[in-house]
């Protein structure tokens, strides 16, 4: 089993930040690729931002130049800073890890952006 536990959601203005946690426990083999997803109410996930075992980085083109994603020095974290964040990135967002062939979700943390 693979666990996964995600932290940093919260409720915060237009143009301000946050940084999301993920940290993946268990039985972990070579982790390929760890990533952020999310999903807004009424529509499906969505890729947000992935990054491989050798630090390549793939992001949706609505999150480019504000969004940033990062593995830990532990390597089975990783991180999401999100700055200038608009009311259309209020979503759930979720961690993923694939490692030894599957793939995994956390829970999910909710950010919200109001006016």
């Known amino acids: 089993q693979v666990q996964l536990v995600e932290s940093g959601g919260g409720l915060v203005q237009p143009g301000e930040s946050l940084r999301l946690s993920c940290a993946a426990s268990?039985?972990?083999?070579?982790?390929?690729?760890m990533g952020w997803y999310r999903q807004a109410p009424g529509k499906e996930r969505e890729l947000v931002a992935t990054?491989?075992?050798?630090?390549?980085?793939n992001y949706a083109d609505s999150v480019k130049g504000r969004f940033t994603i990062s593995r830990g020095n532990a390597k089975n974290t990783v991180y999401l800073q999100m700055n200038s964040l608009k009311p259309e990135d209020t979503a759930i967002y979720s961690c993923?890890?694939?490692?030894?062939?599957?793939?995994?979700w956390g829970q999910g943390t909710q950010v919200t952006v109001f006016s």
């Open positions: 990054i491989t075992g050798g630090g390549r980085t």
């Open positions: 993923s890890v694939t490692t030894g062939g599957s793939v995994h």
């Open positions: 268990g039985n972990i083999f070579i982790i390929s690729v």
